[in-house]
């Protein structure tokens, strides 16, 4: 996202490019990052682009559903080099829990795009239960500094409470260790949101 200019209005469109926008700022090439909702994989191109080098970096994509992996399988294959789209493991699985292999890296960056896939059943939306349980794990799996990138869609019944309960429990964190931040469009009624969390980072002396 470019912020020069500013006869843009509104000057960057939603939650989704701030998201973005952070992302290029946190995320270096050679890391290893998960996307734990991958949906169509458009979130999952732009970390394979941030992290991926040809022998280095990895990006963990997960969906609860099957046509979500194949998907982001299909945009990222049309669209990455070979060795760069080989980088990245898919799980179609419930994040609640993070696959085995995932536990022993530290990991820079964790994305949760909650809710629904557009055009897709409105059944199949994040539950608050596991979102919750997925990102109390995320926060283990974080390097120092590491981030958590959670975009809320309180639209829906289910994504009003699971916004509620997702800043409930940033709001519980010691602020000595984690570091949490909500953006929302204020003159919106239930606009998306973007809650952002960072583990500390211990100075190098
Ligand atoms: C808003 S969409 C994600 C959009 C995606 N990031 C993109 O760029 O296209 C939310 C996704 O979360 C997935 N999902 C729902 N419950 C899940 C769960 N328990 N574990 C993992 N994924 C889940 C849905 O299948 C859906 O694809």
Same mark, same amino acid.
């Given at each position: 996202? =470019?912020?020069? /200019? ?8 939603? *939650? ?23 949906? /169509? ?13 040809? $022998? ?28 760069? +789209? ?8 419930? *994040? ?10 530290? #990991? =820079?960056? #964790?994305? +949760? ?7 897709? !059943? ?21 390097? $120092? ?7 809320? +869609? ?17 709001? !519980? ?8 931040? *909500?953006?929302?469009?204020? /003159? ?16 190098? *002396?």
């Amino acid at each position: 996202m =470019a912020l020069k /200019n500013f006869s843009q209005f509104p000057l960057f469109q939603s *939650h989704i490019d701030w998201a973005h926008y952070l992302w290029r700022q946190v995320v270096r090439q050679g890391e290893c990052v998960i996307d734990a909702t991958c949906g /169509n994989g458009h979130d999952t191109l732009i970390l394979a682009q941030l992290s991926l080098e040809k $022998d280095q970096g990895a990006v963990y994509a997960m969906d609860i559903q099957e046509s979500a992996i194949e998907n982001t399988k299909l945009l990222l294959k049309a669209t990455l080099q070979r060795d760069i +789209y080989q980088r990245v493991r898919f799980f179609q699985t419930c *994040h609640s829990r993070f696959p085995n292999e995932i536990e022993d890296r530290k #990991i =820079a960056l #964790i994305v +949760y795009n909650l809710g629904y896939l557009p055009g897709s !059943s409105k059944e199949l939306t994040t539950q608050t239960e596991t979102s919750l349980m997925s990102i109390q794990n995320a926060m283990m799996l974080l390097k $120092d500094g590491g981030c958590i990138s959670i975009t809320c +869609y309180p639209g829906h019944a289910e994504g009003e409470k699971e916004e509620e309960q997702v800043l409930l429990l940033c709001a !519980s964190l010691d602020p000595q260790k984690w570091s949490c931040c *909500h953006h929302r469009w204020v /003159n919106r009624k239930k606009s998306p949101s973007l809650l952002w969390i960072q583990k500390e980072s211990m100075p190098k *002396h």
